[in-house]
């Protein structure tokens, strides 16, 4: 499933809610002490939902606001994509940044204790797709997504 | 070997951002080499450990879809100048560094 448009996706978050809310009891417990070992399965899933269960356990994320992306609307190489995600919510614990349509969709997971909610990287992507940035606050997940476009891929050659 | 590692911080309106440059190829293992005709292997940065004064306050997981020559910023709060910001980062193969800056 790595065409995963944004219609299934809503339903298939919708549909994993119910899960979500009975998983909420172990999202307030930490799932994941902060020096973890890396992720791995999280980083080899080949969905987003998929990472995003196991990183954060629920992959019900609802829309907010206060996620900022700032990143290009249309970069010209892919293989450098400067993104920079900041999150204005109280409490933030975690940062998730997804591109939709590369072969594993995760780009980095951040884990915070003291830090703002705060993230900037460059990553690369295969070709145009929207950006997920998922955001863990106070135990529940909120996402923000931008479409960049690319001109030139940024995975192989 | 060791990787050039440096890092850079910027106060502004009671916010630190820390920037961290790690010169690393970030290899995906999907690319080929033009030689050889042979996959690449994957190299690249796992994780980068920010500790303030210590305590650590970030940790960032990266996949192979960071662009090589990671740029990694993060923001800390309440930072004083004088306080010690300093970042491990470890890779796949076993490679690690750090770097330290003071506020």
């Excluded at chain 1, 791995?40 to 995003?52: C, G, H, Q, T």
């Excluded at chain 2, 690393?24 to 980068?48: C, N, S, W, Y």
Aim: aromatic share 4%; net charge positive.
């Amino acid at each position: 499933m790595t065409t995963l448009h944004r219609r299934t996706f809503l339903k298939a978050t919708l549909g994993v809610t119910a899960v979500g809310v009975a998983a909420s009891a172990g999202l307030l417990t930490p799932t994941r002490v902060l020096a973890a070992e890396w992720p791995k399965n999280a980083f080899d899933a080949k969905s987003i939902n998929d990472a995003l269960k196991d990183l954060y356990g629920a992959s019900a994320a609802t829309a907010s606001g206060s996620i900022k992306i700032k990143a290009p609307i249309q970069a010209e190489n892919g293989a450098v994509v400067p993104i920079a995600v900041s999150a204005t919510l109280p409490n933030v614990q975690g940062l998730a940044v997804f591109v939709e349509k590369n072969a594993q969709p995760l780009v980095a997971s951040v884990a915070l204790s003291g830090a703002e909610g705060y993230f900037s990287a460059r990553m690369k992507m295969g070709q145009t797709s929207d950006v997920y940035v998922v955001c863990k606050a106070g135990g529940k997940l909120y996402s923000a997504k931008q479409t960049i476009k690319v001109t030139v891929g940024g995975c192989g050659g | 070997m060791a990787r050039q590692t440096r890092m850079r911080t910027k106060t502004q309106d009671g916010a630190t951002e820390v920037l961290v440059l790690v010169s690393h190829p970030m290899e995906t293992g999907q690319r080929v080499d033009p030689k050889t005709k042979e996959k690449i292997p994957a190299h690249f940065i796992q994780k980068l450990s920010f500790t303030l004064n210590g305590k650590e306050v970030a940790v960032v997981d990266l996949g192979v879809a960071v662009s090589k020559d990671p740029l990694v910023g993060v923001k800390l709060k309440g930072a004083k100048a004088g306080d010690k910001v300093k970042v491990t980062w470890s890779d796949n193969k076993g490679e690690s560094n750090n770097a330290e800056a003071t506020v």
